[in-house]
């Protein structure tokens, strides 16, 4: 999970993660990570369009996400 914060980081293509508050309630979100620590991540929310820090023990699970494909395949 790291190695994909760390491409997103570098990328500053969205990772979607699932998170785990510390009052337990469960979210999906759109990041785009601008640093990382050792136990916590800064990122850009793309659900609440603000500066949010996450806990790197509470991302349950991390990937990037994939683009829609319109048209015909080639």
């Known amino acids: 999970m790291l190695r994909l914060l760390q491409q997103s980081s570098e990328s500053k ?3 979607e993660i699932i998170y785990m508050a510390d ?11 601008y640093e ?7 990122a ?10 996450f806990k790197i023990d509470n991302i349950l699970s991390s990937a990037f996400k994939e ?4 048209g ?3």
Do not use: M
Not at 23 to 33: E, F, H, L, M
Not at 36 to 42: H, P
Not at 67 to 70: L, T
């Open 23 to 33: 009052n337990g309630s469960i979210t999906q979100r759109s990041i785009i990570v």
């Open 13 to 15: 293509k969205p990772l």
């Open 44 to 53: 850009w929310c793309l659900l609440r369009h603000e500066k949010r820090t």
């Open 36 to 42: 990382i620590n050792a136990t916590k991540v800064k």
């Open 67 to 70: 683009r829609k494909r319109y």
């Open 72 to 74: 015909l395949a080639r």
